[in-house]
């Protein structure tokens, strides 16, 4: 995949962003994600979820999500530890919150793949922070095709996230921008275009009065 570089970072300080990716389960939201992620020069960091679901063979622990026990997980959303948790299938997943909150106060921006339900427990706690994006297939049948191509869930688990899907596609209306993934490279580059645009907007630049206020202090002319 071509890749285009990344705009050199602004010298005025902003507080960092939450870009959220969020589809049905083979609508490309998990491949958009690590690429981003991965394009060194976007400097994303990639929140990395807690989950009881079973581990599938080509996932690693710690690099795809940290596996734990339901008991683990009840801990974590007993002591408030927890962005936002939803369960998905039958299995419950959620985000550390300190790390997400340490970030973005550093100016570090990080990004999520997390379903909508997530989404709005993180929308609800970070607001202004958050920019949400919903990854569409082209079809229906695309959509089965990939799962199947997948050939990582069984036949009745391919039903289940199909049934599902209906359901998940309808929540379109709850994001900042959609993104419909017949092509890649085109929607990964409609996700830089996102992040480019997000991250100079005024209400995340902090140091924008700063700067305003020492060019307007410089005299009018040099001599």
Do not use: C
């Amino acid at each position: 995949m071509k890749q285009k570089t990344a705009p050199t970072p602004s010298p005025i300080e902003r507080r960092g962003l939450v870009l959220i990716l969020s589809s049905p389960s083979g609508a490309g939201k998990t491949t958009l994600t690590r690429n981003i992620a991965n394009a060194g020069g976007w400097r994303l960091e990639l929140s990395i979820s807690v989950t009881t679901r079973e581990r599938r063979p080509s996932e690693i622990d710690g690099r795809h999500y940290h596996f734990i026990d339901r008991e683990a997980f009840e801990g974590l959303r007993a002591r408030d530890d927890l962005l936002e948790w939803a369960e998905v299938h039958g299995n419950f997943y959620g985000t550390p919150r300190r790390a997400v909150e340490k970030t973005l106060a550093e100016g570090r921006d990080m990004i999520f793949d997390i379903d909508y339900q997530g989404t709005r427990q993180v929308r609800e706690r970070l607001q202004d922070d958050v920019v949400t994006v919903f990854i569409l297939p082209p079809s229906f049948s695309e959509l089965r095709h990939r799962l199947e191509r997948r050939a990582e869930d069984s036949p009745a688990t391919i039903e289940k996230r199909l049934a599902n899907a209906r359901n998940e596609m309808q929540r379109w209306v709850e994001y900042d921008y959609v993104i419909v993934n017949d092509d890649l490279d085109e929607s990964f580059r409609a996700l830089e275009s996102i992040l480019a645009a997000e991250r100079l907007k005024r209400v995340r630049r902090t140091g924008l009065a700063g700067f305003v206020d020492s060019m307007l202090a410089e005299p009018a002319s040099l001599v």
